[in-house]
């Protein structure tokens, strides 16, 4: 039978949350909540989207059809809410750069930084509220075993340098920091469930990715 799928209305989903809340097969608590599935007839005829690499189906007038409504996983909500604190360390350093960089090319590097992530950050805990999920606390500290992340230590050196050394040191830290920031998305690019979520990691793959080769062209020059 063919399957169409749609998005969970915020309440449904908040309500799916807490009747399905459960634990996974290593005893730590998964958040997911199963996608909900029903059956519908068709009045009209309707082409539904086949997962990647797979081919449409024609839903013909009359026939049934499953209507899968949003699902989302613990991989997702993990992805989502360690990303947060992930991407509030890269507008940290990146701010440093306005009064402490030399080079013009960092100091576009890190505007770019700023105007991408903060919005990531605002899309990032919106995904957290509409499912009735806590966002991580502003003032909470940052998770350094996170990859990419770097030690209170290394954030003081940078607080602390100026010019062509904290070119050096901004460049090759947030290379380090984008480099996780990969590492994270990636896996939810193939694994991961929820639509959105999978496009802002599918986002954060790439366009960091590039920053990254950006990055090391310039640290190459100086």
Same mark, same amino acid.
């Given at each position: 039978? $063919? ?9 449904? =989903? =908040? ?10 097969? @290593? ?38 059809? &499953? ?7 613990? *991989? @997702?909500?993990?992805?989502?809410? #360690? !990303? ?7 507008? #940290? ?6 009064? +402490? ?8 590097? =890190? ?17 957290? &509220?509409? +499912?009735?999920? $806590? ?18 230590? #290394? ?8 010019? =062509?050394?904290?070119?050096? *040191?901004?460049?090759?830290? !947030?290379? #380090? ?5 990969? &590492?994270?998305?990636? $896996? ?25 080769? +950006? !990055?090391? &062209?310039?640290? @190459?020059? *100086?």
């Amino acid at each position: 039978m $063919p399957r169409v799928s749609i998005g969970l209305t915020a309440t449904a =989903a =908040a309500a799916a949350l807490l009747a399905l809340a459960g634990c996974s097969d @290593d005893g730590a608590t998964d958040r997911g909540v199963a996608a909900a599935t029903t059956t519908a007839t068709s009045d009209t005829r309707v082409v539904a989207p086949g997962a990647p690499g797979e081919t449409a189906d024609v839903i013909a007038p009359g026939e049934e059809f &499953e209507v899968v409504e949003g699902g989302y996983s613990e *991989l @997702d909500v993990r992805f989502v809410e #360690q !990303m947060i604190p992930h991407h509030r360390q890269a507008l #940290q350093m990146a701010e440093l750069a306005q009064e +402490r960089a030399q080079d013009d090319r960092v100091v576009l590097v =890190a505007d770019r930084i700023v105007a991408g992530q903060g919005p990531e950050i605002t899309a990032l805990e919106s995904w957290l &509220e509409q +499912r009735g999920l $806590p966002v991580p606390a502003a003032d909470a500290a940052h998770d350094h075993a996170l990859p990419g992340m770097i030690s209170p230590l #290394q954030l003081e050196q940078l607080e602390n340098t100026t010019g =062509a050394e904290f070119d050096e *040191l901004f460049l090759t830290y !947030m290379s #380090q920091h984008h480099a996780g920031a990969v &590492e994270m998305a990636d $896996p939810m690019i193939v694994e991961g469930t929820d639509q959105l979520a999978v496009e802002m990691a599918t986002d954060v793959s790439v366009t960091q990715g590039a920053e990254i080769g +950006r !990055m090391r &062209e310039i640290l @190459d020059s *100086l």
